[in-house]
C-alpha cells in the first residue's frame, strides 16, 4: 500500500488573507461603535465639578463587545470542527492539528490568543484610564496601542516564513500545536483521513499456493505392505485382501515378559512397540488412540479496559456505546453505556459502538459530527469511516472528536 502525502501547507500571504478576512468585519462594528461612544460624551459641571456623561459609550461598546464575543466563540467552534472560516474558505486554506485533522475548539482558541495579545493589552491597559474618567488620554493612548497590537497580530501570522521546517509552522501553531494547508493546491487533509492520506484495505495479491503431497503419517505404500505382509512381520489381526487399498494404521507389537508376582493379576498383557527394520511406523501414527483431558474447557475471552486521557480506567463489556450521553438504538443489545465528560461537546452523543472479540474490539463510528481516527502501536493512523467495524487491537489509541482512550488488557 502506498501513503499519499500530497499536501501542500498555506504560504503566509494566504494565511494574512484568511485572517484579514476573518476579523475585518467585528473589527469594523467595534471600531464604530466605540468612535460614536466616544464622541457622544457630553459634560456638565456641577458644584464646581466636571461630570462626564459615558452612557453612549457603554452602551454601544457594550453591544460592540458582546457581538465580537459571541463571533469569536462561533469562530472557534466552526474551525474546531472543520479546519474552515470564512477567510480559510475564500483564500483556500484549512488549518488542522498536528496530525492533519480537525484542530479542535481549544487548539484554535489558544492560536488565537497568542495572535491577538497585542490587541488585547491594548485595551486592559487602556481600561483603567476611562475608568478614572481621563477620556482625553485614552483616546490618543488607544489607538496607538491597537496599531502595535495589529502589527504584533501580522507578524505572528505570517511567522511560518521563518519556520526552518518547510515553512509549516507560525509562531502561534508552535504555541497550539497546529497546521494550515493549501486546499487549492493540494489535497485537504482534513476531510481525506489526515496527513498520511486515506488508508486502502484492499487486498494484496499473493502468489497462488501450490499444491505438495502430504501422506498421512503412518501409512506406508500398498507394495511395502505386502512386502511385510510375505515376510510375515505384521502381527496384526487384519488382512490385506486388496494391497491397492489403503487399511487402517498398522500396529506392531511385541509380548512383554510379566513377573511371576504379577501374572495372577486379572490384567491383560501389556504390549511394547515392536520397531521393523526398515519402516517408519510407529504407535503414534494411531491417532484413535488420543484421548481428549477431561478436565479440559474453552480458553477463556482476556479482559479488556479502556484509559481515558483524563486517567479514568474502565474495564468493558462484550458490547459497549460510547460518548457524551449514549443511548441504544430500539432492539438493539448493548450490555454498557460509557458515558464520557465533553464540555466542548467535540463528541457526539452516541460516538462510538465497542464489540469485543478476537482478542481486541471492534469499533463503529456511530455517524459522528466529529469523527473518529485509530493509531496502532507502530503509530499508522486510520481515519473511521461512519457504520465501518474496523478491529482494533491491544495497545492502539483510539480518537473520538477531541478526546482519547488507550485500549488494553487487563
Known amino acids: 500500500?502506498?501513503?499519499k502525502l500530497d499536501v501542500v501547507p498555506a504560504a503566509a500571504g494566504k494565511r494574512l488573507g484568511a485572517a484579514v478576512l476573518d476579523w475585518l468585519g467585528p473589527l469594523i462594528?467595534?471600531?464604530?461603535?466605540?468612535?460614536?461612544?466616544?464622541?457622544?460624551?457630553?459634560?456638565?459641571?456641577?458644584?464646581?465639578?466636571?461630570?462626564?456623561?459615558?452612557?453612549?459609550?457603554?452602551?454601544?461598546?457594550?453591544?460592540?463587545?458582546a457581538l465580537t464575543l459571541v463571533y469569536l466563540i462561533a469562530l472557534v467552534v466552526i474551525e474546531g470542527r472543520s479546519g474552515n472560516t470564512i477567510?480559510?474558505?475564500?483564500?483556500?486554506?484549512?488549518s488542522t492539528d498536528a496530525d492533519g485533522y480537525a484542530p479542535g475548539g481549544g487548539a484554535v482558541f489558544l492560536r488565537g490568543l497568542v495572535t491577538g495579545a497585542g490587541v488585547l493589552l491594548a485595551v486592559l491597559a487602556t481600561a483603567p484610564l476611562v475608568m478614572l474618567g481621563l477620556y482625553g488620554i485614552a483616546v490618543w493612548v488607544l489607538p496607538g496601542l491597537l496599531l502595535l497590537g495589529t502589527a504584533w497580530a501580522v507578524l505572528v501570522v505570517v511567522s511560518n516564513n521563518r519556520d526552518r521546517e518547510g515553512r509549516l509552522r507560525g509562531w502561534h501553531d508552535k504555541a497550539a500545536k497546529t497546521l494550515a494547508f493549501d486546499v487549492k493546491e493540494g489535497r485537504n487533509p482534513v476531510q481525506t483521513g489526515g496527513i498520511q492520506g486515506p488508508y486502502s484495505f484492499a487486498p494484496i495479491d499473493l502468489p497462488p499456493v501450490q499444491a505438495v503431497a502430504s501422506p498421512a503419517p503412518g501409512i506406508a505404500s500398498p507394495a511395502r505392505l505386502s512386502q511385510l505382509h510375505n515376510a510375515n512381520q505384521l502381527h496384526n489381526p487384519h488382512q490385506l485382501n486388496n494391497p491397492n487399498q489403503l487399511q487402517p494404521p498398522v500396529r506392531l507389537f511385541a509380548p512383554l515378559q510379566v513377573p511371576d508376582e504379577l501374572a495372577t493379576q486379572s490384567q491383560p498383557p501389556l504390549q511394547v512397540p515392536l520397531q521393523v527394520p526398515g519402516t517408519s511406523q510407529h504407535p503414534d501414527d494411531d491417532v484413535d488412540r488420543t484421548q481428549l483431558r477431561s478436565d479440559a474447557r474453552p480458553r477463556e475471552e482476556a479482559v479488556m479496559?479502556?484509559?481515558l486521557d483524563d486517567g479514568q480506567d474502565?474495564?468493558?463489556?462484550?458490547?459497549?456505546?460510547?460518548?457524551?450521553?449514549?443511548?441504544a438504538l430500539a432492539g438493539e443489545d448493548v450490555e454498557q453505556l460509557v458515558p464520557v465528560a465533553d464540555p466542548d461537546r467535540s463528541i457526539s452523543k452516541t460516538h462510538l459502538h465497542l464489540r469485543l472479540a478476537d482478542g481486541g474490539a471492534w469499533v463503529t463510528d456511530r455517524n459522528s459530527t466529529n469523527g473518529s481516527a485509530v493509531t496502532t502501536p507502530d503509530g499508522v493512523q486510520t481515519r473511521l469511516l461512519p457504520g465501518q467495524e474496523v478491529f482494533v487491537r491491544p495497545g492502539s489509541t483510539v480518537q473520538f472528536g477531541d478526546r482519547t482512550f488507550h485500549l488494553g488488557q487487563a
Not at 87 to 94: D, P, T, V, W
Not at 314 to 327: D, F, K, Q, S, Y
Open 314 to 327: 474502565i474495564r468493558l463489556a462484550r458490547t459497549v456505546l460510547l460518548g457524551r450521553n449514549p443511548e
Open 29 to 65: 462594528v467595534l471600531a464604530i461603535a466605540f468612535a460614536i461612544g466616544m464622541a457622544g460624551i457630553t459634560t456638565t459641571r456641577r458644584g464646581g465639578f466636571i461630570v462626564y456623561d459615558t452612557s453612549l459609550l457603554v452602551l454601544l461598546g457594550g453591544i460592540g463587545s
Open 305 to 307: 479496559r479502556i484509559k
Open 1 to 3: 500500500m502506498t501513503t
Open 87 to 94: 477567510g480559510n474558505q475564500l483564500m483556500g486554506i484549512r
